[in-house]
């Protein structure tokens, strides 16, 4: 191998020094969602029985999603749903092969962001 074809690579990954671009950061936060939302669907069912079940398990429903901690979790939550929403329709316009040119890819990437965020204050504000 002649020395203007070699590459110059590193030996070993540092992990901190990597620069993940933005549409593969949107890609691990949509899998990260999609946990997220599993691990916590029995938190959710038990929510759902506890507010439908009578009028008092209704009021302890309420004694339970006025806890911040479980405020916080909500919001977690909120974000999760709209994140793996707003991904999941960018993975389906990219299978279709609309907006796949790098720039597109980038932009989208960008709006599942802003858009998850932006309607995760404002239903979070509601919430809180």
Not at 42 to 58: K, V
Not at 78 to 105: N, P, Q, S, T
Request: hydrophobic residues 55%.
């Amino acid at each position: 191998m002649t020395p203007s074809m070699e590459k110059t690579r590193p030996k070993f990954l540092e992990l901190q020094h990597i620069r993940l671009p933005l549409p593969g950061l949107v890609s691990i936060l949509h899998r990260i969602s999609g946990v997220g939302m599993f691990l916590c669907l029995p938190l959710l069912l038990w929510l759902l029985d506890n507010s439908l079940h009578s009028r008092s398990s209704f009021e302890n429903f309420q004694g339970v999603i006025a806890n911040p901690f479980v405020k916080l979790i909500l919001f977690g939550l909120i974000w999760a749903f709209l994140h793996h929403l707003f991904a999941g329709l960018r993975y389906l316009a990219l299978d279709l092969h609309w907006g796949v040119e790098l720039d597109k890819a980038r932009a989208s990437s960008k709006l599942v962001l802003a858009a998850s965020l932006i309607l995760t204050i404002v239903l979070g504000v509601q919430l809180w």
